[in-house]
């Protein structure tokens, strides 16, 4: 019994290693920041402005998220995991759910043709999108 448990620990251990850096590379969603978002140069209108970063405030105490931004188009946050995204937006009276990121509009002034063109923007980072955008 040691010697198969021992033979099944050196062979599953590199296997997990990597089917974990062949997920990695297969889920590009995993890799991209806010930070990165808020950093990009698109073509058209910049609907990321007045950026501000509220990782430190909002992450952790109040919301599960990796990291968060405040801009006057929406809230952003980024999740662990797609259902920890999808939980947190179910809670919004406002909100837009794509891959791990979450915006919250509530309390924004931003036009409602801004917010739209945001949530295009986010959920066009990869080209996977498939759902409705909300009525705004």
Partial sequence: MGKKWLI????????LFVAGIIYWF????????????????????????????ITDSVCGSEVSCLEAYSTAEANYYRFRTHAAATEY???????????????DF???????????FAMHQLA?????????????
């Fill in 89 to 103: 937006e179910a809670t919004l009276a406002d909100g837009f759910s794509v891959n791990y990121f979450v915006m």
């Fill in 8 to 15: 099944a620990v050196l062979v599953g251990v590199p296997l």
């Fill in 26 to 53: 297969m889920h590009p969603q995993l890799t991209l920041t806010l930070e990165d978002l808020m950093e990009a140069e698109y073509s058209g209108k910049d609907v990321t402005t007045e950026v501000i970063e």
């Fill in 124 to 136: 066009g980072t990869w080209n996977d999108y498939e759902g409705d955008f909300p009525v705004r």
């Fill in 106 to 116: 509530a309390g924004k002034d931003a036009s409602v043709n801004d917010q739209l």
